[in-house]
């Protein structure tokens, strides 16, 4: 059957299938996924709430925040902080509106890959889809390793508001501290993920309730007590002080970083597609509500940390400058590691999030064969319900990866920047065939947009234009130490010549792609 007569001849409405007369297929959502080639293995517990919660702990604001706040400090200061903020999320609303679209129509957890192979002209779905699957795994695992190494960062500079009598932090922070604390957090996120499982949807509306109450504890408690005064809203609002070294525009665009990192995992809730009641309608309202929401609790975090915002010149060199300013703002070390807790424990849950995710990504590349021993990662545990080798094998590469931190201190830099770039590309491949094929596929869909999807379509493909070079950019400039530099682009390179090449090697003799 030709590529349009297939998209024409099924239209997905909700958690059914319908024909072209209209007359129901299917009325369940393993039904429609049945129809759509695969056999249901996975439980299907998470309700419309319940999925918009995961996906906010997959960004865990203002967890994803605080870890790379460094970025806009140095880029732009408060204006980079607050308005590129704003900016980013408007932007991801168009991405997470576009993402949507399209899963309401291919519901799976192949997420972006699959929907690359259903929408890709026959001559190029297999090479296209197996990119954007490679890149879409890619992402998936980077940035999991980036929000436990990133959380790891955060512990040691929490840890360090208590000092000794020489002024310096408590914990030194070499290599192997750091590396055992990143493996504790990587063996704990996994264990609650595998173990935990049928409790996952709790944990993530606790951490709705939790994030909210921490960030109101955070916001009362530094603006009252404001031990070093307070900033007029006019500095908050639009003071722009550039600490790069680029010029002011540049600048700008690579304090993102810092916005780009935190909804960089919008699209990966697509991946639990097959764990939901009705994913053509709950997965793609979630992922537009999630935003939204995030962009609001992203406001309430930040704005009040500007306005207590101590001298930014003291700031640029540290890694973690979250830790310090609430210090500052409190007054004492207890206190500010007290307003530090909950930002740890959401860490932890954003970690197992990803986990989870992860997982499910990579379990679902492995069952169309894309993976090397796919027989393995595929399969799924009857006694957790969980893909259990494939978590294991994203675990072990993140623990090895994570070993890079021995040889040089910029790998977290290096990661948090291909994962958003690795995410970002996997997340713009189906949104651009579909825009080529005239978003034929998507009319009729669930969640269709209409002309608003031009609009949404072309705004996420340009974001993805500018992330692509912008991240693989350095901090700041000139680069005059080497472990300064953003290696970003060296990963990105490497894993994508290595997809490519395996692919010219055994994929386009053997790989067929999903079914169809």
Same mark, same amino acid.
């Given at each position: 059957?030709?590529?349009?007569?297939?998209?024409?001849?099924?239209?997905?409405?909700?958690?059914?299938?319908?024909?072209?007369?209209?007359? @129901?297929?299917?009325?369940?959502?393993?039904?429609?996924?049945?129809?759509?080639?695969?056999?249901?293995?996975?439980?299907?517990?998470?309700?419309?709430?319940?999925?918009?919660?995961?996906?906010?702990?997959?960004?865990?604001?203002?967890?994803?925040?605080?870890?790379?706040?460094? %970025?806009?400090?140095?880029?732009?200061?408060?204006?980079?902080?607050?308005?590129?903020?704003?900016?980013?999320?408007?932007?991801?609303?168009?991405?997470?509106?576009?993402?949507?679209?399209?899963?309401?129509?291919?519901?799976?957890?192949?997420?972006?890959? %699959?929907?690359?192979?259903?929408?890709?002209?026959?001559?190029?779905?297999?090479?296209?889809?197996?990119?954007?699957?490679?890149?879409?795994?890619?992402?998936?695992?980077?940035?999991?390793?980036?929000?436990?190494?990133?959380?790891?960062?955060?512990?040691?500079?929490?840890?360090?508001?208590?000092?000794?009598?020489?002024?310096?932090?408590?914990?030194?922070?070499?290599?192997?501290?750091?590396?055992?604390?990143?493996?504790?957090?990587?063996?704990?996120?996994?264990?609650?993920?595998?173990?935990?499982?049928?409790?996952?949807?709790?944990?993530?509306?606790?951490?709705?309730?939790?994030?909210?109450?921490?960030?109101?504890?955070?916001?009362?408690?530094?603006?009252?007590?404001?031990?070093?005064?307070?900033?007029?809203?006019?500095?908050?609002?639009?003071?722009?002080?550039?600490?790069?070294?680029?010029?002011?525009?540049?600048?700008?665009?690579?304090?993102?970083?810092?916005?780009?990192?935190?909804?960089?995992?919008?699209?990966?809730?697509?991946?639990?597609?097959?764990?939901?009641?009705?994913?053509?309608?709950?997965?793609?309202?979630?992922?537009?509500?999630?935003?939204?929401?995030?962009?609001?609790?992203?406001?309430?975090?930040?704005?009040?940390?500007?306005?207590?915002?101590?001298?930014?010149?003291?700031?640029?060199?540290?890694?973690?400058?979250?830790?310090?300013?609430?210090?500052?703002?409190?007054?004492?070390?207890?206190?500010?590691?007290?307003?530090?807790?909950?930002?740890?424990?959401?860490?932890?849950?954003?970690?197992?999030?990803?986990?989870?995710?992860?997982?499910?990504?990579?379990?679902?590349?492995?069952?169309?064969?894309?993976?090397?021993?796919?027989?393995?990662?595929?399969?799924?545990?009857?006694?957790?319900?969980?893909?259990?080798?494939?978590?294991?094998?994203?675990?072990?590469?993140?623990?090895?990866?994570?070993?890079?931190?021995?040889?040089?201190? @910029?790998?977290?830099?290096?990661?948090?920047?291909?994962?958003?770039?690795?995410?970002?590309?996997?997340?713009?491949?189906?949104?651009?065939?579909?825009?080529?094929?005239?978003?034929?596929?998507?009319?009729?869909?669930?969640?269709?947009?209409?002309?608003?999807?031009?609009?949404?379509?072309?705004?996420?493909?340009?974001?993805?234009?500018?992330?692509?070079?912008?991240?693989?950019?350095?901090?700041?400039?000139?680069?005059?130490?080497?472990?300064?530099?953003?290696?970003?682009?060296?990963?990105?390179?490497?894993?994508?010549?290595?997809?490519?090449?395996?692919?010219?090697?055994?994929?386009?003799?053997?790989?067929?792609?999903?079914?169809?």
């Amino acid at each position: 059957m030709a590529l349009a007569e297939r998209k024409k001849s099924v239209s997905i409405s909700g958690d059914v299938i319908r024909t072209e007369s209209g007359d @129901v297929v299917a009325g369940s959502a393993d039904e429609v996924l049945a129809s759509l080639g695969y056999t249901p293995e996975l439980s299907r517990n998470r309700s419309t709430l319940q999925v918009a919660f995961m996906s906010f702990v997959l960004a865990s604001i203002p967890y994803g925040l605080a870890t790379t706040l460094t %970025y806009p400090i140095i880029g732009g200061g408060p204006v980079n902080i607050i308005w590129g903020w704003v900016a980013v999320s408007l932007i991801i609303i168009c991405v997470a509106a576009s993402l949507g679209e399209i899963t309401s129509v291919y519901p799976t957890a192949g997420g972006v890959y %699959y929907q690359t192979f259903m929408l890709a002209p026959p001559r190029w779905r297999r090479i296209s889809a197996w990119i954007c699957g490679w890149l879409y795994v890619v992402g998936n695992v980077t940035i999991t390793l980036a929000v436990n190494f990133g959380s790891t960062l955060f512990l040691v500079g929490c840890v360090n508001v208590f000092e000794n009598d020489q002024g310096e932090g408590v914990l030194a922070g070499d290599p192997y501290q750091v590396f055992l604390i990143f493996l504790g957090i990587t063996l704990l996120c996994n264990a609650v993920s595998s173990l935990g499982n049928r409790w996952l949807p709790i944990l993530d509306t606790f951490a709705i309730f939790w994030t909210f109450a921490g960030v109101i504890a955070i916001i009362v408690c530094i603006l009252a007590i404001a031990k070093e005064g307070r900033r007029d809203a006019n500095w908050v609002f639009t003071h722009f002080e550039v600490n790069s070294g680029w010029t002011p525009g540049w600048s700008f665009m690579v304090g993102l970083l810092h916005a780009a990192y935190a909804t960089s995992s919008t699209g990966m809730i697509i991946s639990m597609c097959e764990e939901v009641r009705a994913p053509a309608t709950q997965v793609p309202k979630a992922m537009v509500l999630t935003v939204c929401l995030n962009t609001v609790a992203g406001l309430l975090f930040m704005i009040p940390l500007v306005f207590v915002l101590p001298e930014i010149s003291d700031l640029i060199l540290l890694a973690q400058p979250v830790p310090t300013i609430i210090k500052s703002a409190v007054g004492n070390a207890g206190g500010a590691f007290g307003l530090l807790i909950p930002l740890l424990v959401l860490a932890i849950i954003c970690g197992i999030g990803c986990t989870t995710a992860s997982s499910r990504c990579i379990y679902a590349f492995a069952r169309d064969g894309a993976i090397p021993g796919s027989d393995m990662w595929k399969k799924v545990d009857p006694k957790l319900d969980v893909p259990l080798n494939a978590m294991m094998l994203s675990m072990v590469v993140q623990i090895v990866l994570g070993a890079i931190y021995f040889g040089s201190s @910029v790998a977290f830099s290096a990661f948090s920047g291909v994962g958003v770039i690795a995410l970002t590309a996997a997340y713009a491949t189906p949104i651009m065939v579909n825009m080529m094929d005239r978003r034929q596929a998507v009319r009729g869909a669930s969640f269709y947009l209409g002309p608003f999807g031009w609009f949404c379509n072309i705004v996420a493909l340009s974001w993805s234009l500018l992330v692509i070079p912008l991240f693989c950019m350095p901090t700041s400039v000139p680069v005059v130490d080497p472990t300064l530099m953003n290696y970003a682009s060296v990963v990105f390179v490497g894993f994508t010549m290595i997809s490519l090449i395996w692919y010219l090697v055994w994929g386009r003799k053997h790989y067929t792609g999903p079914p169809t």
